[in-house]
């Protein structure tokens, strides 16, 4: 597990490089936006709703002693909450929508590495490619929020918060790789068999989600270019593990 984390993260030392040789900037212009006016929305909504979340959870400290330093902490968590839940949104929606778009990178990337004739993979449409990423991240959606929530209510109690905040990073991390994974995986695998397949390989899914979200903490500039760096990322890992496993040459159109 640790060393596919680690592979999922080498992998981001090899993208620029091929993101220019490729000539592969065009493709990130609508993806690149769609990110940007994302984030921006769901950020300024976050922040103008942390005190009044804030203030809703400290209404649970009733004792007058201690409520001050209680009010503080309590928009303090729920800046966090709202974080965490506003993340979630934005990564499923951008990696959704972004999807007719990322799938060409992916398999011009998958063309460059092993070539064009040596296998055979699905094709689909602009629409296919767009209901796939929405269906993919939905279910994602779903099942991250199922997990994050009760972490998020983990970090009311000290110590133990440390150990949800850490579970909170690898969660999103797994789903954001997913979701960049999927790219590639779209070509070969129907949508039941690229959940088991990024299950396989759940260490390479979260080192490529993990720069991901530390991208994402750059401002301005980390929204704009996560996509490009993460997808190529992905992509190159995801055609490497295809390729070792023989999936490449053993898939039908």
Known sequence: MIKNIFQGIQAYFKSFRLISELKLWNYFL??????????????????????????????????EFGKEAFTTASTVIGGIMLFAIGLIFYKHIIMALSAPFMSPVSEKIEAHLIGTQTHQHRKTSFKEQLWRGIRINLRNLGKELLITIPLLLLKFIPVINILSTILLFLTQAYYAGFGNMDYTLERHFKYRESIQFVKNNRGVAIGNGSVFILFLLVPVIGVILVLPFSVTAASLKTVEILEKENHLTLQKS
């Open 30 to 63: 609508i993806p690149m936006l769609i990110s940007f006016i994302t984030a921006a929305v769901i950020g300024f909504t976050a922040y103008g709703l942390s005190d009044n979340l804030g203030e809703f959870i400290a209404e649970i400290w009733v004792w």
